[in-house]
């Protein structure tokens, strides 16, 4: 199994309502991410997970809250979300794989599809 | 502040080579460029990487410049389904920030 999946592929949300989205992979990848991509835009990276553990945020609202209960799970719990964090939030995973060395991870990241949020 | 500049947007036509340039002046000695690519409605997807010497793989050739302040893609013959954002990072640790990217359109 060689795939990132997203779950659910479309969400619309009030401003007052909680949902979460859920992203898992079968690889045995340690680092899972999240993005966020707005229309027209690269990809923002906003959380990073190394071993279950939070390792970058990248001083995201507090309105999203990122969670890693197992190495193939990841969750993004969203509460009372704005119009503007409309957009495609991406997931991604990569083996730890590094130089020697430098410790430096040249491993490739697997995207997931993404899921499309909209907040009404 | 972009670690990356890339063309806004190539065209090239189908079966033809395309070269798609990336400079990165303020490249470290620990960053590794990756390329991606990301097609319309998906998730990006991983190209090719390199440290300081040429690579080649299944997809693509990836052409490191001497002192690594700039890079290109090159896709040796370019298919209709090659149409996509192409992206140019360099990548430490856990961090891997997009730049802009270069929109390639292909022609038949």
């Known amino acids: 199994d060689t795939e990132v999946t997203q779950t659910p592929k479309h969400l619309v949300m009030g401003m007052t309502n909680k949902k979460s989205l859920k992203c898992e992979q079968h690889?045995?990848?340690?680092?899972m991410y999240w993005y966020k991509q707005k229309a027209k835009k690269p990809p923002e990276l906003m959380f990073v997970y190394s071993y279950e553990k939070l390792s970058i945020n990248e001083s995201v609202p507090s309105r999203f809250s990122p969670e890693c209960p197992n190495s193939s799970l990841l969750n993004l719990h969203l509460h009372a979300l704005q119009p503007e964090d409309s957009a495609l939030y991406l997931c991604?995973?990569?083996?730890?794989?590094?130089?020697?060395?430098?410790?430096?991870?040249?491993?490739?990241?697997?995207f997931g599809p993404g899921t499309r949020l909209t907040v009404l | 502040d972009a670690k990356t500049t890339q063309p806004n947007s190539m065209e090239s036509n189908e079966e033809e080579p395309v070269h798609l340039p990336c400079n990165h002046s303020?490249?470290?000695?620990?960053?590794?460029i990756h390329w991606y690519r990301q097609l319309p409605s998906q998730g990006p997807e991983y190209v090719i990487h390199?440290?300081?010497s040429n690579v080649n793989n299944r997809m693509a050739s990836l052409a490191i410049a001497e002192d690594r302040k700039s890079s290109t893609l090159i896709l040796h013959r370019a298919t209709l389904r090659d149409a996509a954002v192409y992206y140019c990072i360099l990548r430490d640790l856990n961090d891997m920030r997009f730049g802009a990217g270069t929109r390639l359109t292909v022609k038949p």
């Open positions: 303020t490249i470290s000695g620990t960053d590794y």
């Open positions: 690889m045995g990848h340690r680092a």
């Open positions: 390199g440290l300081t």
């Open positions: 991604a995973s990569s083996p730890e794989r590094w130089s020697s060395g430098a410790q430096i991870p040249i491993n490739e990241q697997f």
